[in-house]
């Protein structure tokens, strides 16, 4: 009895920060960016600088008539946020955030392996809405979203590999249990990689070829609206959640900090993935979208060949100290 | 239960079942959300369908010919340069775990880097046939 209970909580756990870090990352967005582009933001909902405003945009969105356009491919087109949206879900029951069994969803012995697979399940939602949706725009961007793919999945498989090298495990504690402070430098080639790679999984600008507002509308999202919309870019904000886990989790030692690992390893992952999170949004208002052509071009001529020289560093440094 | 379990694979596949099947659950807990969002949404919000709602939408005019358009799909290269080094890094995991135990050392990463030669080079290939450029 005491096992399910604990699994029950487990669960609930991983369900409650799925559903609250997203929005705090979202509303961080709203403000950093107003901030950067000096101006305030939100300030009117909830009254104390705006802080209700996603709650207020979900209200909208909840009661949002939902068109399906009569062209259609209309099951595919239903189910499609939900297929971009789980996968995340799945990623976090993974991610540890303390030492031990009690601060992890669920220990995976093919962690690394289990994420990576998963995620990538997640693109597949935008596929789905991109040939679902009957739109020329729609199907620009699912083409694109296909394309970056292709691209940037590879450097960001190579680059964990280096890291499950370094371990000579693949299971995220197991990572964690081995990591020592003089990986920071050693893997710092795979950290950008994996990073940058995610960002560009994930379609967040500068790497939102796929969804360029400006000339393809919305991409593969262009027909959706209410609940289906809103449920696509909670995938997105649960993605940045989930990247700047991994990347904390695999590079950046996860909890182990200068202090205090054992009681409070778990702040040293949360502040870790924050700052993390807070790049992810920098570089949104920082840099200007790449093109296409350079967005594949980046990644086969710099990070695959990146991700290789990596993995090489990791080889002979581990055979030459073991 | 891993101490009074004498047989270790036993241990293993009980552990292994036991994990994925939270994973399971967590999945379940997944399709009930998205499930109960959707049947809410059909209570809480209006359906009035009108024809030029439900046309697909393109900038304000009336849409011109199909939506599956034609497209050049302008990577397909990539699309088999990507097959090819997927494939091949997925076997990376299993060996990331062993390569550095002893007995193996100085031999396998020499095989590492006849791995990564091969990348290498094909990578080089392509990149020296032109495929990597935009056409």
Same mark, same amino acid.
């Given at each position: 009895?005491?096992?399910?209970?604990?699994?029950?909580?487990?669960?609930?756990?991983?369900?409650?920060?799925?559903?609250?870090?997203?929005?705090?990352?979202?509303?961080?967005?709203?403000?950093?960016?107003?901030?950067?582009?000096?101006?305030?933001?939100?300030?009117?909902?909830?009254?104390?600088?705006?802080?209700?405003?996603?709650?207020?945009?979900?209200?909208?969105?909840?009661?949002?008539?939902?068109?399906?356009?009569?062209?259609?491919?209309?099951?595919?087109?239903?189910?499609?946020?939900?297929?971009?949206?789980?996968?995340?879900?799945?990623?976090?029951?993974?991610?540890?955030?303390?030492?031990?069994?009690?601060?992890?969803?669920?220990?995976?012995?093919?962690?690394?392996?289990?994420?990576?697979?998963?995620?990538?399940?997640?693109?597949?939602?935008?596929?789905?809405?991109?040939?679902?949706?009957?739109?020329?725009?729609?199907?620009?961007?699912?083409?694109?979203?296909?394309?970056?793919?292709?691209?940037?999945?590879?450097?960001?498989?190579?680059?964990?590999?280096?890291?499950?090298?370094?371990?000579?495990?693949?299971?995220?504690?197991?990572?964690?249990?081995?990591?020592?402070?003089?990986?920071?430098?050693?893997?710092?080639?795979?950290?950008?990689?994996?990073?940058?790679?995610?960002?560009?999984?994930?379609?967040?600008?500068?790497?939102?070829?796929?969804?360029?507002?400006?000339?393809?509308?919305?991409?593969?999202?262009?027909?959706?609206?209410?609940?289906?919309?809103?449920?696509?870019?909670?995938?997105?904000?649960?993605?940045?959640?989930?990247?700047?886990?991994?990347?904390?989790?695999?590079?950046?030692?996860?909890?182990?900090?200068?202090?205090?690992?054992?009681?409070?390893?778990?702040?040293?992952?949360?502040?870790?993935?924050?700052?993390?999170?807070?790049?992810?949004?920098?570089?949104?208002?920082?840099?200007?979208?790449?093109?296409?052509?350079?967005?594949?071009?980046?990644?086969?001529?710099?990070?695959?060949?990146?991700?290789?020289?990596?993995?090489?560093?990791?080889?002979?440094?581990?055979?030459?100290?073991? | 239960?891993? $101490?009074?379990?004498? =047989?270790?694979?036993?241990?293993?596949? #009980?552990?292994?079942?036991?994990? *994925?099947? &939270?994973?399971?659950? %967590?999945?379940?807990?997944?399709?009930?959300?998205?499930?109960?969002?959707?049947?809410?949404?059909?209570?809480?919000?209006?359906?009035?369908?009108?024809?030029?709602?439900?046309?697909?939408? $393109?900038?304000?005019? =009336?849409?011109?010919?199909?939506?599956? #358009?034609?497209?050049?799909?302008? *990577?397909? &290269?990539?699309?088999? %340069?990507?097959?090819?080094?997927?494939?091949?890094?997925?076997?990376?995991?299993?060996?990331?775990?062993?390569?550095?135990?002893?007995?193996?050392?100085?031999?396998?990463?020499?095989?590492?880097?006849?791995?990564?030669?091969?990348?290498?080079?094909?990578?080089?290939?392509?990149?020296?046939?032109?495929?990597?450029?935009?056409?």
């Amino acid at each position: 009895m005491n096992g399910v209970l604990d699994v029950a909580l487990r669960l609930l756990v991983v369900f409650v920060v799925f559903l609250t870090f997203p929005l705090i990352v979202g509303q961080t967005e709203h403000k950093v960016m107003a901030h950067m582009q000096g101006r305030l933001g939100p300030m009117y909902a909830g009254g104390f600088h705006g802080w209700a405003q996603l709650i207020a945009d979900g209200v909208k969105f909840a009661q949002k008539e939902d068109v399906v356009p009569n062209g259609a491919d209309r099951r595919i087109f239903q189910l499609a946020p939900a297929v971009a949206l789980l996968p995340y879900l799945l990623v976090l029951l993974a991610i540890p955030i303390g030492p031990g069994e009690g601060a992890v969803g669920q220990v995976l012995d093919a962690g690394v392996f289990f994420v990576l697979a998963v995620m990538a399940v997640g693109v597949l939602g935008s596929l789905m809405a991109g040939w679902a949706s009957a739109n020329k725009f729609s199907l620009l961007g699912g083409l694109r979203t296909a394309a970056q793919l292709l691209a940037y999945e590879l450097p960001m498989l190579l680059a964990a590999a280096s890291v499950a090298m370094a371990a000579g495990t693949v299971s995220l504690p197991g990572i964690l249990d081995a990591f020592e402070w003089w990986w920071l430098p050693w893997q710092i080639v795979g950290a950008i990689v994996f990073f940058v790679a995610g960002l560009a999984e994930l379609q967040r600008p500068p790497f939102d070829m796929p969804v360029a507002d400006s000339e393809i509308i919305f991409g593969a999202y262009t027909e959706y609206t209410g609940l289906r919309f809103a449920l696509f870019l909670l995938a997105e904000y649960a993605g940045i959640i989930v990247l700047c886990g991994l990347t904390t989790v695999l590079f950046l030692g996860g909890w182990h900090g200068p202090w205090g690992a054992d009681g409070l390893g778990w702040v040293w992952t949360l502040l870790k993935t924050a700052i993390l999170a807070f790049v992810v949004i920098w570089l949104r208002v920082t840099y200007p979208r790449l093109r296409e052509d350079q967005l594949q071009k980046f990644s086969w001529t710099l990070l695959v060949p990146l991700s290789l020289a990596q993995i090489a560093l990791t080889g002979i440094v581990k055979v030459v100290i073991q | 239960m891993r $101490e009074t379990l004498g =047989d270790s694979t036993a241990v293993v596949a #009980a552990d292994y079942f036991q994990s *994925y099947s &939270v994973v399971g659950l %967590l999945a379940l807990v997944g399709v009930l959300f998205v499930g109960v969002a959707f049947g809410a949404g059909r209570l809480l919000r209006p359906v009035v369908p009108t024809p030029e709602k439900l046309l697909t939408y $393109e900038c304000g005019v =009336d849409p011109v010919g199909e939506g599956w #358009a034609h497209t050049q799909v302008r *990577y397909y &290269v990539y699309a088999f %340069l990507y097959v090819i080094f997927a494939v091949d890094s997925i076997f990376l995991f299993p060996w990331a775990t062993v390569f550095a135990d002893h007995g193996y050392g100085g031999t396998t990463l020499v095989e590492m880097f006849i791995f990564l030669g091969f990348l290498a080079v094909g990578l080089l290939y392509a990149y020296k046939k032109g495929v990597l450029a935009w056409t």
